[in-house]
């Protein structure tokens, strides 16, 4: 169902000089993105030398708290570029370079593009240290190769790597829904799966089979979707799948192949993957089957002339032999063998969902969510919103993978229900956390006028919602500090909003629950373990920690003596200056300054020598 790789085998060298052995491959499931390279383990060490992957030269550096942390991007003569992520240090040469350019442009997240006579490097040279810096959640290097016109990214073990592999991937269930109804509006059916035979490397599949074997349908129009992981030889470490088709009767239908994706496109996993079962508790499932909003291009393939879709269709109620194929870069397969057929249900429609999201007769159980219980219907493509008196929000043709009812419903009010400390608006609950946006929505909220609020609501601190509005009506409203925040539980998304009408309007990118705050909190700034006027000639470094309410910080800037200073902010938690030279023996003031998203300002010194 897809062409073979024509890549360069034997091209690039593994970047590290130890036994190469993943901890991630390329295209494992993520939440919002697909992972887009290979996670190498370091023997749980940092610092071991990473080595340029080919002749090219450093094209780009980058140093930011999330995503790599510090990473090299080195271009190729035969068009590619290789990544190195989650850096501690980068050759001596190279770090002298990005430490000057941060203090030319006064910041230490940078993003520098580099001319190919700068840092020409050659293969095997060393090009850093690895680490476990940005986003890592422990020591590895992050390795990507990408086809360096239009930056997508390649799947690394089509390169002829040292990976070896000689297993099969192994397949865990089976899932089928009515494509009557939207991904959103049911809940997966899902089989037990079991192995049947053996896999020799590149020779007989590997055979599995759901339980039941023979499935009955009471519907004509179904999709299939399924668990799976693949491993290397000598690891028992579960990563991603490569590549699965669906075939009915023989005949292909659809697929998808872990290979050339973009980071502009990498959110789309979100139309991959059941997203509601998975936000829900449940497990990955990858659809083999596509959702009508997914924009091109995309990870699947079907062939010529057909839907598309994704679709089986059992109208004429004869058995159909369905077989998917689950392949991994190296050629092991696993198949997947059972018959289906469509016979209508007898006596009344199947039950609802049982609390807790149990589907009677073999679907798993998910957890249960609230969501808003009317709305109104929106389709993939549709531009069009709802209006009520104190909430609105509109959808984009791009917002929606699939047609869904969303709606909105108050949830509670300032110091009641669901609110926020600070709270000047009700509580509005919009849609469900379960549905995935591709597109940002548009949310509009308007505060609450405490002459038509209910009896003033406590806020935290014991004012009352008159108070703590400023009387946000009339000529005297002061909006300079409202907030629009969206949250799902503990997870917090802050935004300053735009006013017009007495309306505050900002964009999301998730659905959830969303209320107006009045945040005069400034950030609180404090310098752990140092005392004012101590003498730290034998301290290593300084750490500034800010606390901040809703804890959306920024503009954060640290000045010695008038000068700006760099401060690291790995993993955004604490800023850490190491002594240098920009810190010379003497008495000393250093001044931070933060602000919050709301405007809150916060500046504090700290006296010392060294």
């Not at 499931?29 to 340029?52: K, S």
């Not at 941060?102 to 690895?130: E, H």
């Not at 959702?291 to 393939?301: E, H, K, Q, R, V």
């Amino acid at each position: 169902m897809f062409p073979s790789a024509d890549v360069p085998r034997d091209y690039f060298r593994d970047p590290l000089a130890i036994p190469m052995k993943l901890a991630a491959n390329f295209g494992e499931l993520r939440p919002n993105h697909y992972h887009m390279g290979l996670d190498i383990r370091t023997q749980h060490r940092e610092n071991l030398p990473v080595y340029a992957a080919a002749d090219g030269y450093v094209a780009r550096v980058s140093v930011e708290p999330g995503g790599f942390g510090q990473a090299i991007y080195i271009n190729h003569p035969n068009g590619y570029t290789t990544v190195y992520g989650h850096l501690n240090q980068f050759f001596p040469a190279l770090a002298t370079y990005i430490r000057g350019q941060q203090y030319r442009r006064q910041s230490w997240q940078v993003s520098l593009q580099l001319s190919p006579t700068q840092f020409p490097v050659k293969k095997g040279d060393l090009i850093a240290y690895s680490g476990n810096t940005g986003g890592s959640q422990g020591p590895h290097l992050h390795f990507e190769i990408r086809r360096t016109a239009g930056d997508i990214n390649q799947n690394p073990l089509l390169f002829g790597l040292p990976v070896p592999d000689n297993t099969a991937p192994t397949l865990q269930r089976l899932a089928w829904y009515d494509r009557d109804k939207g991904i959103y509006e049911q809940a997966p059916h899902i089989l037990p799966i079991h192995r049947e035979g053996a896999a020799s490397a590149h020779a007989v599949p590997a055979s599995w089979s759901p339980a039941p074997s023979v499935l009955i349908v009471p519907t004509t129009r179904i999709s299939f979707a399924l668990s799976a992981f693949d491993t290397q030889s000598g690891s028992a470490n579960p990563n991603g799948i490569y590549e699965a088709g669906l075939y009915v009767d023989d005949q292909p239908v659809i697929g998808f192949q872990m290979n050339n994706i973009s980071y502009d496109n990498t959110r789309n996993i979100n139309a991959h993957i059941d997203y509601r079962t998975r936000e829900k508790g449940g497990p990955f499932l990858q659809q083999l089957f596509f959702l009508p909003g997914y924009p091109a291009p995309s990870i699947y393939s079907w062939p010529p002339g057909s839907h598309g879709d994704g679709v089986v269709h059992l109208e004429d109620r004869r058995l159909h032999a369905i077989r998917i194929v689950v392949k991994d870069p190296y050629g092991n397969e696993s198949d997947l063998r059972f018959r289906v057929r469509y016979l209508p249900a007898p006596g009344p429609p199947p039950p609802p969902l049982a609390p807790g999201g149990f589907v009677p007769g073999g679907a798993e159980p998910v957890a249960s969510q609230a969501a808003p219980s009317t709305g109104k219907k929106f389709y993939v493509g549709m531009v069009d919103g709802i209006e009520a008196p104190d909430v609105a929000f509109f959808l984009g043709e791009k917002s929606l993978y699939d047609s869904v009812t969303i709606g909105a419903a108050t949830v509670g009010y300032p110091g009641s229900g669901l609110s926020l400390p600070g709270g000047v608006s009700s509580v509005q609950a919009i849609g469900a956390s379960w549905i995935p946006l591709l597109d940002p929505i548009l949310v509009r909220l308007r505060p609450l006028s405490p002459a038509t609020a209910d009896p003033p609501q406590a806020v935290a601190g014991g004012s009352s919602l008159a108070e703590s509005s400023h009387a946000l009506t009339g000529e005297r409203s002061r909006v300079d500090r409202i907030v629009m925040v969206c949250f799902n539980g503990a997870s917090k998304d802050v935004e300053r909003p735009q006013w017009q009408d007495g309306w505050a309007s900002a964009h999301f990118r998730e659905f959830g629950n969303f209320q107006l705050v009045e945040d005069r909190d400034a950030p609180v700034i404090s310098f752990p373990g140092e005392a004012e006027g101590a003498n730290l000639s034998r301290t290593g470094r300084l750490v500034v920690s800010i606390k901040d309410n809703l804890g959306a910080l920024r503009n954060f800037r640290a000045e010695l003596d008038g000068a700006w200073l760099c401060f690291s902010n790995d993993k955004g938690l604490a800023y850490i200056y190491k002594f240098d030279e920009h810190c010379p023996p003497g008495s000393h003031t250093l001044r931070v300054s933060v602000e919050d998203v709301a405007g809150n300002r916060a500046e504090k010194e700290l006296h010392f020598t060294r």
